[in-house]
């Protein structure tokens, strides 16, 4: 696809059922946990830098990365932390521009949870939030998870205020009610990038 959305929101604010809604109308998503991953799969790149940099105890015994064990070398390590973050994030954006040059719909969602956070809103065309309340995202978050509350007021705390987030962004949409409610505007939302996609071809 030549036109890129950028979907985000704060954790459990309906990124996913959001974009599940476009994958319906048959958009192709590229989904930063996913590629975030793949970066530091057995063979890649990323994983080999990391061993290089850290030391072979950040693997497990069947080669995968040990996330754990990377946690505690960056935790309170803030030069680690920096080390780490700049290590992946060129690798992580270049799978994404390849993904999105595969990808064949109209457009293509990028589904990132920290899109304006690492700057990745240079890589498309258009932002869309989902915006609900910190109240709501507790409440979702430990519904789907049963984490404790605590550990999700730290994750809303670590990502942009919702202010900043809702200033930045082109489009929103208000998922603070029912799920059904959405679908419509995730469908008005899609033809009008079925519209811009095509300005952009033209
Ligand atoms: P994360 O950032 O944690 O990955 P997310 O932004 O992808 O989360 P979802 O997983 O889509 O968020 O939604 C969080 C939870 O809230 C899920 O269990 C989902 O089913 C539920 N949910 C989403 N939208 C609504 C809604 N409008 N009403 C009630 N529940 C909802």
Redo the contacts with the bound molecule.
């Keep these: 696809s030549h036109f890129i959305v950028g979907l985000t ?10 974009a599940n809604l476009f994958a319906e109308q048959g958009i192709d998503l590229i989904d930063a946990d996913i590629v975030a991953r793949e970066v530091v799969e057995p063979g890649s790149e990323g994983l080999a830098a990391i061993v290089e940099h850290f030391g072979e105890h950040v693997l497990q015994s069947d080669g995968q990365l040990d996330r754990s064990a990377l946690r505690e070398c960056i935790f309170s390590q803030p030069k680690q932390r920096l080390w780490l973050n700049e290590c992946l994030h060129p690798l992580i954006r270049k799978r994404m521009l390849e993904l999105i040059k595969q990808s064949t719909s109209a457009y293509a969602v990028l589904v990132v ?1 920290l899109l304006f956070e690492n700057g990745l809103d240079s890589l498309v065309d258009r932002t869309l939030v ?1 915006d609900i309340s910190p109240e709501l995202q507790i409440k ?2 430990q ?2 998870d049963g984490v404790d509350k605590g550990q999700i007021e730290n994750i809303i705390r670590s990502q942009m205020p919702r202010q900043q987030r809702l200033d930045k962004t082109d489009d929103i949409i208000d ?1 603070q ?3 059904q ?2 679908e419509q505007t995730v469908f008005a939302l899609h033809k009008q990038y079925l519209s811009l996609s095509k300005a952009v071809l033209s």
Excluded: F, L, M
């Design positions: 929101g704060g954790i459990g604010s309906g990124k996913t059922t959001v949870p989902v979702r978050t519904d789907r998922n009610g029912e799920i409610e959405i």
